[in-house]
């Protein structure tokens, strides 16, 4: 049936528009609240699914330990790069450049850590329910995805409640607007940067968790997710991590439409395509009205 | 309001607005040839906004630029510079990691034809083009003194120096219409007498001037001065007449 | 200019000393070293070509590109192609691949060297996986994973470039060439246009200077470098598959520039030769290459971020010496 077919694309598109979204959502935390621009938000999400492959294989832990060990070490990573990468770029007069390059250095390296300790090989990852899939209307969802919509989905409320309603949120933004004037009222802006780095690990370490039971553990895999991550942000406008989930989407279901009408063999061919025309015809993204667009 | 005939640039009806706000509202001037002209106004009051519409930084939203009998309005900055009209900036734009000397020679660009072909085979235009900038950069070194700072980085230099190796380079280019953008922020009292020696010697040299200053001793070079305020031309005539005009003083006595 | 006539003649005679020792140690190298150190040497060569071009956008545009490695696939591929498949004569296919890579450049360029900083580098990234995709998909033109073979190799003046051995005493003198050509173009009206352009875009605007098209040309002629250099390639290993032509590579062209010196035209052969003697070295280590290259771009960016070759013209600066290609009083 035609149908089930356009039905099981649009299923996996709104999935992989999470996944996506959630890679965009870290990439928005780190922008909000640092204004650089995290190339390394992928390979977060790689470190988490590493952490959570490593524990569950090789240490026989309980998936949900495993989950939250990922999004732990991912979240010290975070913190990490921002002490050593990012705050003695800081410190020697850092350009967007120089910020960009560290990152992807930082990327690479993670990449390159994998493929030195895994090879070229795939490694699979167990997810929530196992290899259950729910039936839509012939097509199927695997339980795990739509555990992977619902916690995005949750994500992002708590991402609202924690930038409006907490006071390090409230901190976070405060220190990314205006430095000088955050730290004159006391709030300590060094630090604030660190865990909002720290942050945006958690977040990546989370998708990282979340994606690689759906497409599999692969030294390359960051980069990728990073580039579509970056879409789905810029789509989003950069600053709102609702706005990078619903950015996500788009880039999700485009993609997964153009691979029914084109090839799947193209599909990050058609992915990247949106990429750049994003960045061209519409930086600000569908919500963003103003910020530092192209760098 | 008043329009020479003979005039180099009309700025005619220029309106710009930003969203919401209103910067400039129907501005009309002229700066007749061979004049300096100045532009007053306090801050806000668009004089930027106005010069950036001028240089071709800025489109209008509404109303057109006139220059040598051409209307200029939707050519690009490029376009206008290689017509003559050219600009300086608020802070001196010079090309920090190049040499004062390297400076000038930039200048030149516009009287060259070279492209990247000629310059990777070194071909004998490029020699020639070489030539040729560097007599009219020792010229021009010259005139402005700057010969013993010509090896020196621009980076290096006071402001005051800076400002006056913006404004040779812009002379090596041969311009018609010279527009200042507020020459004299940073600079001292003693570099603003210099500055405006070096302004009077330019316009001697058959170079409109158009120049935009909140520094009254400054704007004194002026001939004709038109007053902005709040984007609209409130006044024009001699220094004089500027600061007995009612309407100057209440816009800044009152914001004052 | 001060005139210290003695210590300028002395200066000239030790640059010229200098040249003349440097190039008969570069012609001895061959016979002194292994056959898997003129490898190493040949492909220092190539990469110094491709590299070269990476660089020179990235010192004098201020631009990152990430994409040199599909140049360089274009580059390789017209030619094995062409010469495998369509049997046309060298250099026809090489110029092919030299006209695609300008035609890809031009067209890609010109709305996205609109972006600046990191969306620009960042499409240059996606640019690099679309290449390798397509690369893999169009493998009625490349061969996918199979890859060509059977590529001709170059011959000339009768010899036929078959060895390490023989393809160096061609390449090294190409790069020199191409070389050459950039530290002309510097000393151009092109050249201080493009320094005007990195170092203040708005009073180069003033100036007359037409800075988006200045971008894109700058971009062509980085492409045509990388396209030649993978031509060069092809006909060197006699074979070609798209692991040569992927992320890694593009990171590696990246770093010869990062390390290197993107302001420092030499300094791309100490880049060029770090980044194709480094895996040699360390393959018995496994496959850790990668690793100390994300490593070394991260410390090159934060603690050398002119890299050797600017490290290296500081200190030749400082000694009194001049290495930059100034536009000095009329003298050539």
């Known amino acids: ?295 | 309001m008043t329009e020479a005939a003979d005039a180099l640039l009309k700025v005619r009806n220029i309106s710009r607005h930003f969203g919401g706000l209103q910067v400039l509202r129907h501005v009309d001037f002229a700066v007749p040839e061979r004049s300096i002209t100045g532009l007053i106004g306090p801050n806000g009051a668009g004089k930027s906004t106005l010069f950036n519409i001028i240089s071709g930084f800025l489109t209008p939203s509404e109303g057109d630029i006139d220059y040598a009998g051409v209307r200029i309005t939707p050519l690009s900055i490029q376009q206008r510079s290689e017509m003559g009209l050219m600009r300086s900036f608020q802070t001196p734009q010079v090309f920090p990691d190049l040499t004062v000397w390297e400076n000038l020679i930039v200048g030149c660009h516009k009287h060259g034809r070279s492209g990247m072909v000629e310059g990777l085979l070194a071909l004998p235009v490029v020699w020639r083009e070489r030539r040729a900038a560097s007599e009219a950069a020792q010229r021009i070194l010259e005139d402005f003194n700057l010969g013993a700072v010509s090896g020196r980085l621009a980076r290096e230099l006071p402001a005051g120096q800076q400002r006056i190796v913006e404004l040779a380079r812009a002379v090596i280019a041969r311009p018609r219409l010279l527009c200042l953008d507020e020459p004299s922020s940073g600079l001292s009292a003693d570099e603003v007498q210099d500055l405006m020696a070096t302004i009077h010697r330019i316009s001697k040299t058959g170079v409109t001037i158009l120049l935009v200053s909140h520094d009254m001793e400054l704007i004194s070079v002026c001939e004709r001065i038109h007053a902005l305020c709040f984007g609209e031309i409130i006044a024009n005539g001699t220094l004089a007449e500027i600061q007995a005009h009612p309407d100057v003083r209440e816009a800044y006595l009152g914001i004052q | 200019m001060s005139s210290r006539p003695i210590a300028v003649t002395a200066s000239r005679t030790l640059t010229i000393a200098a040249w003349i020792a440097g190039i008969a140690v570069w012609a001895a190298l061959p016979w002194l070293l292994g056959r898997g150190s003129v490898d190493i040497l040949v492909f220092a060569g190539l990469y110094t070509i491709a590299g070269l071009g990476v660089s020179f956008l990235l010192g004098q545009c201020g631009i990152v590109s990430l994409a040199q490695s599909v140049f360089y696939g274009i580059g390789a591929y017209s030619t094995a192609y062409g010469t495998t498949v369509l049997g046309w004569p060298i250099p026809a296919c090489m110029l092919a691949g030299i006209v695609v890579s300008g035609l890809v450049a031009m067209l890609v360029g010109t709305p996205v060297l609109r972006l600046s900083g990191y969306f620009l580098a960042l499409a240059t990234l996606a640019l690099a996986i679309m290449g390798h995709v397509l690369f893999l998909e169009w493998d009625w033109l490349t061969g996918g994973t199979l890859g060509i073979g059977g590529i001709p190799h170059l011959s000339l003046f009768g010899f036929t470039l078959n060895t390490p051995f023989r393809f160096y005493y061609f390449i090294w003198p190409c790069a020199a060439v191409v070389l050459w050509l950039h530290y002309n173009l510097l000393r151009s009206r092109t050249g201080i246009a493009l320094r005007a352009m990195r170092d203040a875009p708005s009073a180069a605007k003033v100036a007359g200077i037409r800075v988006e098209s200045l971008r894109v040309r700058t971009f062509i002629l980085s492409a045509v470098l990388g396209s030649f250099a993978g031509s060069l390639f092809a006909h060197y290993v006699s074979f070609v598959s798209i692991d040569s032509f992927g992320i890694d590579r593009a990171i590696g062209f990246l770093l010869i520039a990062v390390l290197g010196g993107a302001r420092s035209i030499s300094g791309t052969v100490v880049g060029a030769l770090f980044v194709t003697a480094a895996p040699n070295l360390l393959s018995r280590l496994g496959e850790i290459h990668p690793l100390l290259f994300a490593l070394l771009l991260i410390v090159a960016v934060i603690f050398l971020p002119s890299g050797f070759g600017g490290a290296f013209a500081d200190l030749w600066r400082r000694l009194g010496g001049s290495l930059r290609p100034t536009v000095k009083d009329g003298t050539p």
């Not at chain 1, 524990?55 to 939250?68: D, I, M, Q, R, T």
């Not at chain 1, 901190?171 to 802006?189: E, F, K, R, Y």
């Not at chain 1, 940067?193 to 692969?218: D, E, S």
């Open chain 1, 1 to 295: 049936m035609v149908l089930s077919l356009w039905i099981q694309a649009i299923l996996s598109g709104v999935t992989n528009g999470f996944v996506y979204g959630l890679i965009g959502l870290g990439i928005a935390v780190v922008f909000r609240g640092a204004r650089i621009i995290n190339a390394m938000q992928g390979d977060f999400a790689l470190l988490g699914g590493v952490v959570a492959y490593l524990l569950v294989h090789n240490l026989g832990w309980p998936l949900p330990a495993a989950f939250l060990a990922a999004m732990l070490s991912g979240a010290v990573c975070g913190m990490l790069v921002e002490r050593l990468l990012i705050r003695p770029t800081a410190r020697r007069q850092g350009t967007d450049d120089s910020y960009l390059l560290v990152t992807l250095g930082g990327a690479f390296a993670v990449s390159a850590s994998v493929l030195l300790y895994f090879g070229r090989d795939s490694y699979v990852l167990p997810g929530i329910g196992g290899d259950q899939s729910v039936d839509v209307f012939n097509a199927a969802i695997r339980v795990h995805a739509l555990a992977l919509i619902v916690i995005g989905t949750l994500v992002v409320i708590a991402l609202r409640w924690f930038y409006r309603g907490t006071r390090l949120g409230q901190a976070m933004l405060a220190a990314s607007i205006d430095p000088d004037g955050a730290q004159t009222i006391g709030i300590n802006v060094p630090l604030v940067r660190t865990l909002t780095f720290g942050l945006g690990g958690l977040v990546g370490g989370l998708a990282g968790m979340l994606v690689t039971p759906l497409i599999n553990l692969h030294y390359e895999m960051g980069l990728l997710l990073t580039l579509k991550g970056f879409a789905a942000a810029v789509l989003g406008g950069l600053t709102s991590p609702f706005g990078a989930v619903f950015g996500g989407l788009v880039l999700g279901l485009v993609e997964s439409l153009a691979i029914v009408t084109v090839s799947s063999g193209y599909k990050d061919v058609i992915a990247m395509t949106i990429l750049i025309l994003i960045m061209i015809v519409m930086p600000q993204g569908l919500f963003g009205r103003r910020g530092r667009m192209g760098g």
